[in-house]
């Protein structure tokens, strides 16, 4: 495909929030181009084809976050997307032979928080329908052209910044029962659940309403890499030009306003507004250049705090694992539900506490899925993907992250998941380790961090970048701008509209 020499709207990056930039764009009858440095559009939201037989979600992996407006507006369905709830939600599993499976089933949650604690179960549907009110009352602000924290009332922001822990413990006593949820509080952070700020991390997890029941974790069907197809075909079918290998290495800036991108090769395209996809480090620092902002402005975003922790393994698995606390490798209720190592808020802490003492964690906590016992498609028959979000594994690890490093802590997750299913080490027949460094060279995630930086007080609402940026025709569209991180494509759609708004078109 020729480039194009001028656009209306060049976009730099085709994952997922730049595709749903440059869809509703191209639908509002502009001229979009997307430029794409890899050699497939998805960025962090991609399904690979790694081994033979094997399509891996290799990055971001379930989904709630996605905008169901985006999903209508664009007719996602019509491009390929298909969504289905994940059911049971959560298992958690104790070095004691018991374990706690929780799902849409109430009267299955209740024996389980029972076996434990029966005066849990009421804290446990407090607890719940407190999460998920915080949930839906970010959401309805996730949309919002200026974003305000201070306007949530203030019993809601003590909520928010405070820890996850205190949310939970006020609810429920059993540990593994508030570690099951509590987990939603850190996932990505550089911090513990007792942590100020885990609150907010907590309802942000809390705030999808893409499988129709606010809250609810689902898969994608063909893994995540489905939703930026779909996205991008949505993009072609308006009219959008999408190019890979297409690596921007600079945004030209006269008269203090952006006028084109240059690639790699010298190839300039001249553009009446540039939307970044990019970390915003690499759009304001890398790209644009720091001589063009004020100092204050470049201080702020070399002070972004962008410190990955988490890291990503993915194991092709002979058999689905056989945990002692429910026997049996044939597929069973608990094969489907996000399976944690994590059995005590304690735990967690320990494991970050840990990390942030200068190492990583001795004992993570493990977030483990299993798409296949319900998308079959992703691998050979008979045969299983195991994925392993795990924390606490700094970007900043002492010594880096060696060839050596990386090995040992994937031997380390494999070690721990071998005391709750004995199988699993000799059931592995590949696996794909992504450090903090890895998502920083492959997916342009400044750091390793998987939210374009931490989505917590200070960082989030009107304290997160603007989509409009401080020069003139330049736009973010990444998750560096509210509301930040997960598969959404909101902050996409936000700097969608306010690019339509500055060209005076309609993005509908």
Known sequence: MQLPS????AV?????????CAALLARAGLRVGVFERSERIGGAAVSEALWN??????????????DPWIVETLELQRHGYSAYRKDPATFNVLADGRSLLLGSDDSANE??????DPGDVAGFYALDERIRELGSRLFETFSDAEPDFERFPGDVQSEL???????VERHVRTPVLAAAVATDGIIGTYLGPRDPGTGYVLAHHYAGRALGVQGAWGFVRGGMGAISNALASAARNNGALLFTNAPVCAIRVDGGAATSVILDDGREISARIIASNAHPRTTFLDLAGERHFDADFVARVQSWETTGCAMKVNFAIGELPDFTCRPGSNPQAHHRATIHVAPSIDYIQTAFEDARAGSVSTNPMLECFLQTPTDPSLAPP????????AQYFPYDRPGGWTAANREAAADRIVELLGQFAPNVPAAIEARQILTP??????????????????LLPGQIYQDRFAVRTPLQNLYLCGSGAHPGGCVSGLPGKRAASAIAAELHVHAR
């Open 12 to 20: 730099i990056g085709a994952g997922h929030n730049g595709l749903t």
């Open 382 to 389: 008979g045969k299983h993907i195991l994925s392993v979000f």
């Open 161 to 167: 910044r405070g820890s996850a822990a205190e949310i």
């Open 437 to 454: 460094a890895d998502l920083e060279s492959r997916f342009g995630l400044i750091g390793g961090h998987i939210f374009h930086g931490e």
């Open 6 to 9: 001028e656009l209306d709207v």
């Open 53 to 66: 037989g094997y399509t891996i979600s290799s990055a971001s992996y379930v989904c709630t976050l996605l």
């Open 111 to 116: 024996r389980e928080i029972a076996a434990f």
